[in-house]
């Protein structure tokens, strides 16, 4: 009980903070990805063959939803707990009767809730504009949460190293978009000539896009098990590393 | 013969040295006994925030240790029984006045129907009925200071700390705040205040404690410590302890 409710409220506060701004914190990013699918899917469909066995427009809709839910987490809780220390009402939290584990799970909830909300709606305005379905859901929750749980906190961390909004902007614009680029959301990496095969392997984006799809489409360029082991050997520690900001109280508290 | 009730406040051999290596406090002792008022004056840097920053864990100390009802200051319930209001106004900006209070109440464990209660208590108390359902960015800054007060009493704290919390108001909303802090005092609440106030120590606080260089320098009545220096008036204690010259006193009742 103790701290339950307090974590109870922080994890509200996240959600009414979305809430509050759901133009841009849902609205936009289902608007820009469906524009995606719109016009590399459709326009592009006609011209291109199928990819693995898939028409493109449905290929591209998994990468490109997991890619929306995974930047809206990062977006949602760099900029929130940034924010927070910016304003200081993060004291607010920090000095309540919660244990450290709470308030990092109540902080990490909101880019999970922002997340889960953009990717359904996609998931509701895809189906009928692609035909697409789920073959796996299973496999697709436990893609999802890994997922989640990893850009949620990186989102986290970095929102407490930043020192500026811009650094957390940098680390979307110059580490997460490259990779998802290069991760196989507009392509199946096996059609991928060597060196740019291989190099695909080593890039973590892949693996997200690639167990998601899977979960989507039943068909992926490698083991599930994989791809979705990948995600969860780099989903536990990303986690742990934010636990361990507001344990210890590093960067959070002078 | 029943156990003597801890102290509000208990800081022994408190050190405070920041990243950047400032020692703000210096094998620091206080304690403060329920129920009473404590004053804490001291210039500028003198490490009067630090150390109500470590009493609410809003720092990592260095050394040393804080009770607080004879509870250590990280564990839950000395988290609880703590309120605090800030020297700077750090309000939630997506919360509305009355969200504020609310959702603070939820941090520290209230339940919906006693929070929402107390909230409408303290917006009445701290007379924000107006500006309820504002968000907190578009509250003047007087009204930022009443809802950082009503927040910090919000959960209904045993020891309550204030950070200067008539720094920039006017006459008439500090005569209401000493007012309303002055019954928070008489209702048994624990109360520390900082303040460069000279007067505003005098009129309000049991004791007043001198802080200069992150240690204690003098900790007594205003009338013992006038004595103790040879001095009339507080503001020449404060010279004659600190070696420094005292705040500026507010204007008189200009208001
Ligand atoms: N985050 C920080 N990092 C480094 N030094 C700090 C930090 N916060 C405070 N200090 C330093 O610690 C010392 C004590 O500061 P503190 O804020 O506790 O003083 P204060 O008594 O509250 O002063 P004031 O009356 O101006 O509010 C000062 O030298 C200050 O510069
Ligand atoms: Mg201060």
């Not at chain 1, 697409?132 to 893609?143: D, E, R, S, T």
Request: glycine share 8%.
């Amino acid at each position: 009980m103790s701290g339950a409710r307090g974590l109870g409220w922080l994890a509200r506060r996240e959600v009414l903070r979305i809430y509050k701004t759901w133009t841009q914190t849902v609205l936009a990013p289902v608007v820009s990805s469906i524009l995606f699918i719109l016009v590399f899917g459709l326009s592009l469909g006609s011209r291109i063959r199928e990819v693995a066995g898939f028409p493109y427009e449905v290929y591209i809709v998994p990468g490109l939803i997991a890619m929306a839910m995974v930047q809206a987490a990062y977006n949602n809780n760099s900029s929130s707990i940034f924010q927070a220390r910016y304003d200081r009402f993060v004291h607010d939290v920090l000095s309540a009767p919660m244990r450290p584990w709470q308030m990092n799970l109540g902080f990490n909830v909101g880019g999970m809730v922002r997340a889960l909300a953009i990717g359904l709606a996609l998931l509701a305005l895809a189906m009928p504009i692609t035909g697409i379905g789920v073959a796996h859901p299973f496999a697709l929750l436990l893609a999802v949460a890994l997922g989640l749980v990893l850009f949620s906190a990186i989102g986290i961390v970095i929102g407490i190293f930043a020192e500026t909004f811009d650094h957390s902007t940098f680390f979307v614009n110059i580490v997460v978009l490259p990779l998802a680029f290069l991760g196989g959301v507009f392509y199946s990496v096996g059609q991928l000539p060597s060196p740019w095969h291989e190099l695909s392997l080593v890039n973590p984006v892949f693996y997200l896009v690639d167990s998601i799809r899977y979960g989507f489409l039943g068909a992926s360029d490698v083991s599930p098990w994989l791809s979705l082991s990948v995600v969860a050997a780099l989903a536990v520690p990303a986690y742990a590393w934010s636990q361990w900001l507001f344990t210890s109280g590093r960067r959070l508290k002078a | 013969m029943p156990a003597p009730t801890p102290p509000a406040l208990e800081v022994r051999g408190l050190s405070k040295r920041y990243d950047d290596g400032t020692v703000a406090l210096e094998s620091f002792d206080l304690s403060v006994p329920d129920g009473s008022f404590l004053g804490l004056l001291g210039p500028n840097g003198a490490g009067k925030t630090t150390l109500i920053s470590a009493v609410c864990n809003l720092i990592r100390i260095t050394a040393g240790e804080v009770l607080v009802f004879g509870e250590p200051s990280h564990s839950m319930a000395a988290r609880r029984w703590v309120g605090l209001a800030e020297q700077d106004v750090n309000l939630d900006r997506f919360l509305t006045v009355e969200e504020t209070l609310l959702y603070h109440g939820g941090y520290f464990g209230m339940a919906k129907a006693e929070a929402r209660k107390r909230a409408a208590e303290m917006i009445d108390a701290f007379d924000l009925r107006a500006k309820g359902r504002v968000r907190t960015p578009k509250l003047s800054g007087g009204m930022r200071r009443r809802l950082l007060l009503a927040r910090a009493l919000m959960h209904r704290p045993r020891l309550v700390i204030l950070d200067e919390p008539t720094a920039g108001v006017d006459f008439e909303l500090r005569v209401e705040l000493w007012r309303y802090i002055r019954r928070l005092h008489e209702e048994g609440t624990t109360i520390v205040l900082t303040t460069h106030y000279l007067e505003e120590a005098e009129a309000l606080c049991d004791e007043i404690a001198l802080i200069h260089g992150g240690r204690l320098h003098a900790r007594d009545t205003a009338e013992g410590l006038r004595e103790r220096y040879e001095a009339h008036t507080l503001a020449d204690v404060y010279v004659k302890a600190l070696g420094s010259p005292a705040p500026e006193a507010p204007a008189p009742a200009a208001a």
